[in-house]
Nanobody, 121 residues
Framework: QVQLVESGGGLVQLGGSLRLSCPAS????????MGWYRQAPGKQRELVAG???????NYADSVKSRFTISRDNAKKTVYLQMNSLKPEDTAVYYC???????????????WGQGTQVTVSS
C-alpha cells in the first residue's frame, strides 16, 4: 500500500509563506516524477509544479518566482515552498508521485488526500 500524506497547509495573510511536505510510504521499486496540483472551487485542477527524479523542475506561470519545488530522495519526500502568497493561491493542494511498484510494472500516479491553503487579504 502506497500512501502520500500532505502537511503544512493553513491560513496565512497576503504576502505570507507556507511550506508543504509530502512523504511517500509503502513498498515500491521507484519514484519518478513528483509534484503538486491545486484546485479551487469552480476552477479546473491546475498543475502547480513538478520535479523529476533527476531534479528537473517545471512550474505554472502563475507561481514562477514565488514557489519552489524540491525533493529529498532519501526521505522519499517532495516539498513546496510557497512565498509571497496571494488570495488567488487559495485552493486545496494535492501532492502526487509517479511510482513503479516493481520493475517493469506500469507507472501509476498516486495522490495525497489534499491540504487546504487559504490566503486572506
Amino acid at each position: 500500500q502506497v500512501q502520500l500524506v500532505e502537511s503544512g497547509g493553513g491560513l496565512v495573510q497576503l504576502g505570507g509563506s507556507l511550506r508543504l511536505s509530502c512523504p511517500a510510504s509503502g513498498s515500491f521499486f521507484s519514484i519518478n516524477t513528483m509534484g503538486w496540483y491545486r484546485q479551487a472551487p469552480g476552477k479546473q485542477r491546475e498543475l502547480v509544479a513538478g520535479i523529476t527524479s533527476g531534479g528537473s523542475t517545471n512550474y505554472a506561470d502563475s507561481v514562477k518566482s514565488r514557489f519552489t519545488i524540491s525533493r529529498d530522495n532519501a526521505k522519499k519526500t517532495v516539498y513546496l515552498q510557497m512565498n509571497s502568497l496571494k488570495p488567488e493561491d487559495t485552493a486545496v493542494y494535492y501532492c502526487f508521485a509517479d511510482i513503479q511498484r516493481q520493475l517493469y510494472q506500469l507507472e501509476t500516479r498516486y495522490w495525497g488526500q489534499g491540504t487546504q491553503v487559504t490566503v486572506s487579504s
